[in-house]
């Protein structure tokens, strides 16, 4: 996502927060959750580090140099584009895809929840990914 996102990103970040404070102490222990940013020439690591704080406390906000988000985006399917707005201050947004991927202790991709999810089901996602190993 990215930090000038006027809807999905805050609408997903909400739904991640309350499905993880659905969860106990013990499960949040072993979750950390991450937002990268597809914005790196506005979102440095500060402003995308606060960002995701914002949502959740122990949420990390990552970015990278545009080659290097381009890179982690494509090895997971994302797909980003900047996209230029003639009558707005902010000069561009960024048109993206809208997937949270729930990823393994192994680095691989165990569930995708798509945009509109209820923090239940994120929960629940979650707990079966926990249980999973």
């Known amino acids: 996502g990215f930090t000038h996102c006027p809807d999905v990103c805050i609408t997903s ?21 991450l937002f990268i940013s597809i914005d790196p020439e506005r979102d440095d690591a500060e402003r995308v580090g606060e960002y995701a704080r914002y949502f959740y406390p122990g949420m990390i906000g990552l970015t990278g140099s545009l080659e290097e988000v381009t890179k982690v985006a494509k090895a997971h399917f994302v797909i980003f584009e ?5 009558d707005s201050e902010l000069g561009y947004t960024m048109d993206h895809s809208s997937i949270i991927y729930v990823v393994g202790r192994d680095g691989v991709v165990k569930s995708l929840i798509h945009h509109g999810e209820s923090p239940d089901s994120i929960a629940e996602v979650l707990r ?4 999973s190993g």
């Open 13 to 33: 970040l909400s739904s991640i927060a309350a499905g993880l404070e659905e969860l106990t102490e013990e499960e949040r222990a072993q979750i950390q959750p």
């Open 82 to 86: 900047k996209v230029p707005l003639d």
């Open 128 to 131: 079966e990914t926990l249980a």
